[in-house]
């Protein structure tokens, strides 16, 4: 994972963590990788991943079951949904609006644009598709 140096790192591990949620590669009750397992991957310090696992914990999207780790809360996407659409409309939408009208791109192409993104979604499997088989 490559890190920005414009959101707090552990900001950054919530957004990989909540990615998997969403795409369901973490479904609801089951248990996520250690802190130890985590850092290693992501080739960051464990204090980060804790720091992230306890945000995480507060904002209701994981829990610690003693002595067996971190899970996924069973309403957890909605939460990751709910949390990342605010911050986009809030922070990302209005900069997206600012390029858009800075580069006379109309609302025509980008409804189009997005149609040709959604069918090439629709036609490439998703990982966890690979993964099950």
Request: aromatic share 12%.
């Amino acid at each position: 994972m490559e890190f920005n140096d414009n959101e707090a790192i552990y900001l950054q591990i919530a957004g990989y963590v909540g990615e998997h949620i969403l795409r369901q590669q973490w479904p609801p009750d089951q248990k996520i990788p250690s802190v130890r397992d985590l850092a290693a991957e992501l080739q960051v310090n464990p204090n980060t991943v804790m720091r992230t696992y306890e945000f995480l914990q507060g904002q209701g999207v994981v829990y610690n079951k003693r002595g067996l780790g971190m899970f996924v809360a069973p309403d957890a996407g909605e939460k990751v949904q709910a949390f990342r659409r605010e911050r986009f409309l809030q922070q990302e939408l209005p900069a997206f609006f600012n390029t858009i009208s800075l580069l006379g791109v109309g609302f025509e192409e980008l409804a189009q644009r997005y149609e040709q993104f959604k069918a090439a979604q629709a036609a490439t499997p998703s990982l966890s598709t690979h993964e099950k088989q």
